[in-house]
């Protein structure tokens, strides 16, 4: 019996002295190991070593061997934890700021030695000490024992919170008396732990320091099935508090600085789902409890974050600054003043009494990066309190004092620009979009395809037309699409290559996630969205370069089709024609349009918006001369494409002397010409005819 005692021990003492003294690197010969063993009054010999090691091996142990010179080495590789494992562990107590000096020392040696003597020298050679403030209380440790033990028990806890004074010593709130709370869950947040308790009194949760905690005691009363509940729920919890204050659950979608993903991933969660809004701004929605706290965290960004929704937050912060002096200034994309967001963003404030005291307008930002990027920007200050100093506006350099500085950061009464479904100019046509496939791609031909269809398949021709978005207008880039509306199917049935690519539209909609999308599998030799003229139309394309001065605009033919990238305008006229090329209306554009990146993304919101002039007969005749002078100056280069035309560089003096004298006849109908000499004076005329138009339409 004792000599199997003794062996059993000897079991035990080689796998500790394997784990402890032994990996790859460090192997151990029977000699050494004999050695060890002996050295612990554990008696051995080299011979049954290698049975007692064969043995432990049998038994799933692992003991590994490698030869060293003429010896075998034995050693233990296969370990609970790896050194880096062991370094993150290690990392994080050091960082923890409730775990003192005294017990960091104390664990760091004890998590370190989880890795066998030699690995533990390597870790604690290799410390990083960081710059955490760490807390004092030594006894933290037994608090968090015995809340453990009642969070187990489902039992009651009271005990006395307190603070710390300037000097460093205990005040206790209630006066010391305790506090008796139902303990929901123990959780680690921003380098602190802390207790989420449940008051079924108040019906609330409340959040404690433990390092703030003294004198536990667990009570016999049981905890309520409410704050049992909640234990089900506190890795939500925790996620949505900010740095464990309470508050009302709010969805809040936020507007931030690409720069600002990384904090907002590390806050919200890497599953944040996040949109682009322009090339150096990001939207987020995501669930917070609006506390202290949050507005602590948001402010901390200064304007590279925003809240966009819900108004009522936005508002808020308003309310925040009201009956303050604070002053606020801030450099921001321009994307902020243009468009519809400046509605989304400056109205709520507007009605809140805060001002803009000062604007620098559009100005490129770039940095001395090799690779640099131009960003757009725009400073703004502003505040809530009444002065009586002046209002600047800063424009290419040039300084001007202003009366009001509106959203768009124009000297201008506040106006807002929002969409609308019909123009608020009447009799004229309404724009819209031009006609979507959503096929696949299969509805689509490129020029290749078009020519070899109809060499194997010559009816095919009457089949196809001309495709034409925002890429092919500018560039006159060649593509085609198959146009079945209204055509027989007796003359494309037999066409294999057709039929085959109608097939594949109806699996490729039949797939969709869009429940619209899937019933127009139904309807493959369709587009989804058909909105094609019958008669010749005005195409503006969607997105145009912001490095032109006009926005390349051009009639097309009834036969030709228009994607989803162009917007139409069917029967426009040539007066139509030679507004809508003038720098008037190109100024009105690059205000009220969005942006993609930094090109103009026009909308039906530019156009429908847009305050037209009221010419005299004489006006009118001269902008139609004007504009037809624009057409027959393109003319003459039929080999160029719009982008050759309207480059700065390389445009044609005959077309840029059309434009000039058509900028003049439009700037006349409008009785700007000789009176404002600036696009910025043009822009805020406009804003104030805007503002009669909308008057009128109420």
């Not at 060890?36 to 008696?43: D, G, I, K, Q, T």
């Not at 005691?217 to 309470?246: C, G, H, Q, W």
């Not at 979507?436 to 791609?441: E, I, N, R, Y």
Request: with cysteine.
């Amino acid at each position: 019996m004792a000599e199997e005692k003794n062996q059993k021990i000897k079991l035990m003492k080689i796998m500790e002295i394997l784990r402890q003294e032994t990996d790859e690197d460090h192997p151990m010969t029977k000699v050494e190991l004999s050695a060890r063993l002996v050295a612990m009054n554990v008696s051995c010999s080299p011979r049954s070593l290698i049975r007692d090691i064969k043995l432990l091996n049998e038994q799933g142990y692992e003991i590994m061997e490698r030869l060293m010179g003429h010896e075998k080495g034995y050693f233990v590789c296969d370990r609970s934890f790896s050194v880096p494992e062991l370094k993150i562990l290690i990392d994080a107590v050091q960082a923890a700021s409730f775990v003192t000096e005294k017990k960091t020392d104390e664990l760091v040696g004890k998590i370190a030695a989880l890795g066998g003597s030699h690995r533990a020298a390597i870790l604690k050679g290799n410390l990083v000490k960081f710059n955490t403030r760490k807390h004092r209380n030594e006894t933290v440790y037994y608090t968090v024992g015995y809340l453990e033990d009642a969070i187990k028990q489902n039992r009651k806890v009271a005990f006395k919170y307190y603070d710390v004074t300037e000097t460093g010593q205990r005040a206790f709130r209630r006066d010391g008396a305790e506090y008796v709370m139902e303990p929901v869950a123990l959780v680690f947040n921003e380098d602190n732990y802390y207790l989420i308790t449940y008051n079924e009194k108040h019906e609330a949760t409340t959040n404690y320091r433990v390092d703030r905690i003294g004198s536990v005691r667990i009570l016999d009363d049981p905890i309520s099935e409410t704050a049992r509940s909640l234990r089900r729920k506190v890795a939500r919890y925790t996620e949505e508090a900010f740095k464990m204050f309470n508050g009302q659950q709010e969805t809040v979608t936020l507007r931030f600085a690409d720069k600002l993903i990384g904090p907002v991933l590390d806050k919200f969660g890497e599953d944040t789902k996040m949109t682009r809004v322009d090339d150096h701004t990001i939207e987020a929605t995501v669930q917070v409890r609006i506390a202290p706290t949050f507005w602590g965290w948001m402010f901390q960004f200064g304007t590279d974050m925003l809240i966009v929704q819900p108004v009522e937050l936005v508002l808020q912060y308003a309310e925040m600054a009201k009956a303050t002096t604070i002053n606020v200034a801030f450099v921001s994309t321009n994307s902020i003043t243009q468009g519809e967001s400046v509605a989304v963003l400056w109205k709520p404030l507007f009605e809140n009494h805060i001002h803009i005291d000062f604007a620098y307008r559009t100005f490129v930002w770039t940095s001395e990066a090799k690779d640099k990027a131009a960003v757009h920007c725009v400073i703004i200050g502003f505040s809530c309190c009444q002065s009586q100093r002046k209002k600047y506006l800063f424009d290419h350099g040039q300084c001007k004092e202003a009366i009001h500085i509106n959203g768009y950061l124009l000297d201008a009464p506040n106006v807002f620009i929002q969409s609308r479904g019909k123009p608020l100019t009447s009799k004229l046509p309404e724009m819209s979009k031009g006609s979507q496939p959503t096929d696949g791609g299969y509805l689509l031909l490129s020029e290749e395809e078009r020519d070899k269809l109809i060499n194997q398949y010559p009816s095919a021709n009457v089949l196809i037309k001309r495709f034409v978005g925002s890429k092919e207008l500018i560039n006159n880039e060649f593509r085609y699409c198959l146009w079945l509306k209204g055509v027989s199917p007796a003359n494309y049935r037999t066409i294999a290559p057709v039929v085959e690519r109608l097939k594949q539209v109806a699996e490729a909609r039949a797939n969709s996630p869009t429940a619209s999308v899937r019933r127009n599998a139904e309807t493959p030799m369709l587009f989804t969205q058909i909105r094609q003229p019958e008669t010749d139309y005005l195409a503006v394309p969607e997105v145009s370069s912001q490095n032109r001065k006009y926005i390349p605009i051009g009639f097309l033919p009834a036969d030709i089709i228009a994607s989803n990238k162009l917007y139409l305008v069917p029967e426009a006229s040539l007066y139509m024609f030679g507004v809508m090329m003038s720098n008037i209306h190109m100024a009105w554009m690059r205000m009220t349009a969005g942006r993609l990146k930094s090109d103009y993304s026009y909308s039906p919101a530019v156009y429908n918006n847009f305050p037209w002039p009221t010419p005299t007969d004489e006006q009118k005749a001269k902008i139609e001369q004007t504009a037809q002078a624009i057409l027959d100056a393109r003319a003459l280069y039929p080999d160029c494409s719009l982008a050759d035309l309207y480059d700065e560089v390389t445009m044609p003096p005959e077309l840029r002397r059309a434009h000039q004298a058509n900028d003049k006849a439009v700037m006349q109908a409008y009785g700007f010409w000789g009176k404002l000499n600036t696009e910025t004076a043009c822009v805020a005329e406009l804003m104030k005819m805007y503002q009669e138009l909308v008057k009128k339409c109420k």
